[in-house]
Each structure stands twice: as C-alpha cells, then as structure tokens.
T-cell receptor, first 115, second 110 residues
Framework: GAGVSQTPSNKVTEKGKYVELRCDPI?????LYWYRQSLGQGPEFLIY????????DSGLPNDRFFAVRPEGSVSTLKIQRTERGDSAVYLC?????????????FGQGTRLTVV | QKEVEQDPGPLSVPEGAIVSLNCTYS??????FMWYRQYSRKGPELLMY????GNKEDGRFTAQVDKSSKYISLFIRDSQPSDSATYLC??????????FGKGTRLSVIA
C-alpha cells in the first residue's frame, strides 16, 4: 500500500477483554514503531521493531501489553485484560531504516475505547 | 518535570499572521529535533527535521534550535486556514525513540 495501514480504525471493548490491533507498514520498511496517544497528549513510545525482533520494548507499560512482528512486515499489538485507562489512540509508524534521522511515516491510528 | 514541555494552547490567529510555536526540554543529550503536524483523527506527519543547533527553512516554515537554552521553535509565515492542526515537537539523542511534546492546537481564522 501507499501508506501505513492500521486496522481496525475504531475498537470498543469491555473491561477485561483481550484486543489485537494490526499494523501494515509501508512495503520495504524494516523499522516499525508503536506509540500510544491519549487525549490532549503527544504520542508516547511503546515498542520498536527492527525486522522481526523487538529492538526496544521499554515503553510497554506492563505485561498486559505485547507485540509481535513474525515475518518482519505486519505487526500486531496485543492487550490482555483491558482496563479503562488503556483507552487511547494507538499509532503505528514505519521507516525505511532504524534511527531518528530516517523519516517515520505514521498510520491514522486505532482508537481504542474500553468501557 | 517532563522531558519535553509544550504549551497545549489552543492558539488562534488570523489568516496571514506569523505563528510561533515553542518547546523546552530538559535532556541535554537531545540532538535530533522534529516538528510534526497532526490533523484531527490523522497520524502525525513530519514537517521539519533539524540536527543539533541552528535554523532550517522550508517554504513558509522555519525551525530554530537553541541548545544552550534547551529551546526549540517553529515559525509559520503567512499562515493559512489549512495550517489549522496540532503541532507536535519531538526529539531524541539519536539512539532512542522520539520523545514528543503534548502538542499545540493551532486555529488559523480566515
């Protein structure tokens, strides 16, 4: 595709349920990032993949959050036992190479609401 | 104190005005400085990228970095209604992911 694609665009789930958020990066981009953006805040780093491996997962808030990128392309962010505080927009970005001097392109995000 | 501070606004200006957006930071290791524009319900898009101190100009946009004061600015000349968006500053030492400010919401009134 032409850009980073995230599905679903909106997700409403009940407290305690499990959710999966999907990111399709730009073809050929090796680096993939997940961010979380709460209302009125800037994006907050969660995890970064270089290829298939998580190069930095220091931003994951707790062990309810997990992400995979098994074939080095599509990534899935998984949240177990969702809490109301998990409600936010989850943004995915990809770049051709790792490093902040390589432009990262963002998707439109998945708006997660936990009720 | 957060690593990156940014006044959330909102900031409202008339069309044609010069807009000044600013961020301060506390981590002296930051070397890479970016400005992103985010329209409502869209992902951020990169506007300007600066390495270390100095100025960078691109059309109506000018980015300034003053590392001695830990202060960065984005100026928008001849602002247009289409510039209405949230502007996010972001920065990194280079070997760690970007740290974003809260964003400043800008409205340019025709």
């Amino acid at each position: 595709g032409a850009g980073v694609s995230q599905t679903p665009s909106n997700k409403v789930t009940e407290k305690g349920k499990y959710v999966e958020l999907r990111c399709d990066p730009i073809s050929g981009h090796t680096a993939l990032y997940w961010y979380r953006q709460s209302l009125g805040q800037g994006p907050e780093f969660l995890i970064y993949f270089q290829g298939t491996g998580a190069a930095d997962d220091s931003g994951l808030p707790n062990d309810r959050f997990f992400a995979v990128r098994p074939e080095g392309s599509v990534s899935t962010l998984k949240i177990q036992r969702t809490e109301r505080g998990d409600s936010a927009v989850y943004l995915c970005a990809s770049s051709r190479q790792p490093g902040v001097n390589t432009e990262a392109f963002f998707g439109q995000g998945t708006r997660l609401t936990v009720v | 104190q957060k690593e990156v501070e940014q006044d959330p606004g909102p900031l409202s200006v008339p069309e044609g005005a010069i807009v000044s957006l600013n961020c301060t930071y506390s981590n002296s290791a930051f070397q890479y400085f970016m400005w992103y524009r985010q329209y409502s319900r869209k992902g951020p898009e990169l506007l300007m990228y600066t390495y270390s101190s100095g100025n960078k100009e691109d059309g109506r946009f000018t980015a300034q970095v003053d590392k001695s004061s830990k202060y960065i600015s984005l100026f928008i000349r001849d602002s247009q209604p289409s510039d209405s968006a949230t502007y996010l500053c972001a920065m990194s030492p280079g070997n760690t992911p970007l740290v974003f400010g809260k964003g400043t919401r800008l409205s340019v009134i025709a």
